[in-house]
């Protein structure tokens, strides 16, 4: 029997759930113009090759925020929510294809030649999106990588992919070739429906809940900042195939990116295990 | 029916006008559906859609924007002609009727076999200037055969004498008007332009060309102090945008005595929305809470400098 006082607990936690998911739905981050303009912007199989060159390191490193989180994970219960998202990430329920062997069917596509998916340069905010999460899942406390991925990310992506898919219909892709973008309309939805059931556990203090949004606002930022990178990069690289005798504003700016090949080989991520004990 | 001379194409980000666009059902103004078309359809942005509509409403509803664009048009065909240039002037916009697609339609259906672009912005980044010229791409592919071929751009004119002395021009009209001295050790000057996301900043010369601008502004008006300062940004962005915002430079100069602020939109064509709302009721507002006298400068319009400025330039590039 469950006393009045869990109830109690339970029922702010789901309370304060509500009004993440709200707050989630209603950022700019999620309600980015370029998603929003997906439904009457003209949008092309060439905006979307540069959206998923700079799309597709997220996808290849989402995984290992999860695998860091959970070396850091202070119980088993703790680590179950994640470990059920995990093997979903590994190919579970996409015939045994992980996300990321999934995103590169669609890379292809989108007429990014196999082999080359690692070799466009990134505009920063996409290596600002990725460094920003390995540290909040290596220095934060848990609970703040727990709001990263997940509200942050599990209750965000359905929102965001639906407008996504909109353009990908518009560009003309065939359902085959959006499958990683479709599959996810479902696999988040069960996952945000998993994670709400752990996060009650575990938004049980104001300190709980503050770190949890604090995780999911960090990431959602973080989203924001890369929508505006994307929405940099297809603005310039369309004007160059359409007119290329004219120099874009942002002529010169990719000498300087980093290729994903680059990131990965300058990408140095620590992880302290002394700190499983720091959640409240 | 055959147009042989090249035509000039003006692309500019427009402004509602009356007439519904049948967009929404029922119609909830021009300003809505003009705004949501800039933030898209989105449920997570209706909130914001309906702050900056409400500015619209604040001042009547509607835009100059386009009407000014069209007079500017109208101008530097003139002046052209004055040259001899006969030039077939078209205006389009990007988020509002007369769209850059229509227009280029229209071109291609009126025989304009070839024609040269102007970007109407001042200042260069991927969502002013790269985004119009995408757009004008966009018209030529929608057109189809036949649609007129892009035989130039007019190159930017950010640092042009004419564009930054028709800002001088109307800064020491304003400054007349107003019996201010613009060298008065309790007087300030704040140019402004719209801000932009840190992200679209860092990879073009963005703000590099706004700071260019406002020193030569400064030189022509004989050199006295002033700030480049941020307008318009986006009320629930959660990300850094181009600083310092106008408040907090209103806020700076009140604080280091100035009892009077001029201020210049140098970044925008015509006193659209972003100029007199945020610009002039919105920096009014923060001067008066500050106890500061604020006086707003008109935009470069038509000034005759700043269209012989155009009209050289196309001349250059037709010749």
Redesign the interface.
């Known amino acids: 029997m469950v006393s009045a006082a869990v109830r109690q607990e339970t029922q702010s936690a789901r309370d304060f759930l509500r009004s993440l998911r709200d707050e989630i739905q209603s950022h700019p981050g999620v309600g980015h113009s370029l998603l929003g303009r997906m439904l009457t912007d003209p949008r092309t199989r060439h905006d979307f090759k540069i959206l998923a060159s700079q799309h597709y390191p997220l996808v290849a490193n989402f995984t290992t925020y999860m695998e860091l989180l959970l070396l850091r994970a202070p119980s088993s219960e703790a680590k179950r929510w994640l470990a059920k998202v995990l093997v979903d990430e590994y190919g579970e329920r996409s015939h045994g294809d992980d996300h990321a062997a999934t995103y590169r069917a669609f890379m292809h596509a989108a007429d990014i030649a196999p082999g080359s998916e690692e070799s466009y340069p990134l505009h920063p905010e996409v290596v600002g999106f990725i460094r920003e999460h390995y540290r909040i899942c290596t220095q934060e406390p848990f609970l703040v990588g727990l709001g990263a991925v997940g509200p942050g990310h599990e209750w965000s992506i359905p929102t965001m992919f639906e407008h996504v898919m909109t353009g990908l219909r518009k560009a003309g892709f065939a359902a085959d070739d959006v499958t990683y973008w479709s599959m996810h309309l479902d696999q988040d939805m069960d996952h945000g429906a998993w994670l709400e059931e752990a996060l009650v556990v575990f938004c049980d203090t104001p300190e709980a809940c503050r770190q949890v949004r604090r995780g999911a606002l960090l990431s959602l930022k973080a989203r924001e900042q890369f929508w505006w990178g994307v929405l940099d990069k297809i603005s310039s690289e369309r004007t160059k195939t359409m007119l290329p005798s004219v120099a874009p504003a942002t002529a010169g700016a990719e000498d300087t990116q980093p290729t994903y090949a680059d990131l990965r080989q300058g990408l140095n991520v620590r992880v302290d295990l002394g700190v499983v004990s720091d959640a409240p | 029916m055959s147009c042989p001379a090249p035509a000039l194409l003006m692309v500019a980000f427009g402004g509602p006008t009356p007439g519904c666009c049948e967009r929404f059902t029922p119609c909830p103004g021009e300003a809505h559906c003009f705004v949501s078309?800039?933030?898209?359809?989105?449920?997570?942005?209706h909130?914001?859609i309906a702050e900056v509509a409400a500015h619209y409403g604040e001042l009547g509803g509607y835009s100059e924007f386009n009407a000014y664009t069209r007079k500017q048009a109208e101008a530097l065909a003139a002046e052209l002609g004055s040259r001899g240039l006969d030039v077939p002037t078209w205006c389009g916009y990007h988020h509002w009727r007369p769209y850059v697609r229509d227009v280029v339609a229209e071109m291609k259906a009126a025989g304009v076999r070839e024609m040269l672009v102007l970007i109407m912005a001042p200042h260069?980044?991927?969502?002013?200037?790269?985004?119009y010229?995408?757009i004008?791409?966009?018209g030529?592919?929608?057109a189809g055969a036949g649609a007129p071929r892009?035989i130039?751009?007019v190159e930017p004119w950010w640092n042009e004498a004419g564009f930054t002395e028709a800002i001088a021009d109307r800064i020491s009209e304003a400054s007349r008007r107003e019996g201010i001295d613009l060298d008065a050790p309790d007087t300030a000057l704040l140019l402004t332009a719209h801000a932009v996301?840190e992200?679209?900043s860092?990879?073009?010369?963005?703000c590099r060309q706004i700071e260019e601008t406002a020193a030569l502004v400064a030189a022509q008006l004989g050199g006295p102090g002033y700030r480049v300062a941020y307008q318009s940004q986006?009320g629930?962005?959660?990300?850094p945008w181009t600083q310092p915002m106008v408040e907090d430079v209103i806020a700076a100069y009140a604080e280091a005595g100035k009892s009077t602020i001029v201020s210049h939109a140098i970044g925008f064509l015509c006193d659209n929305v972003e100029v007199l709302y945020d610009l002039g009721v919105e920096g009014r507002r923060c001067a008066a809470e500050h106890g500061v006298r604020f006086v707003r400068a008109e935009s470069v319009h038509s000034h005759p400098a700043f269209i012989r400025m155009l009209a050289d330039r196309v001349a250059v590039k037709l010749a």
Do not use: C, F, K, M
């Open positions: 078309g800039i933030l898209g359809h989105n449920p997570a942005r909130q914001r260069q980044s991927s969502v002013s200037w790269d985004l010229l995408r004008v791409g966009e030529i592919e929608q892009v130039g751009v996301p992200s679209l860092r990879t073009a010369p963005y986006s629930d962005s959660t990300v």
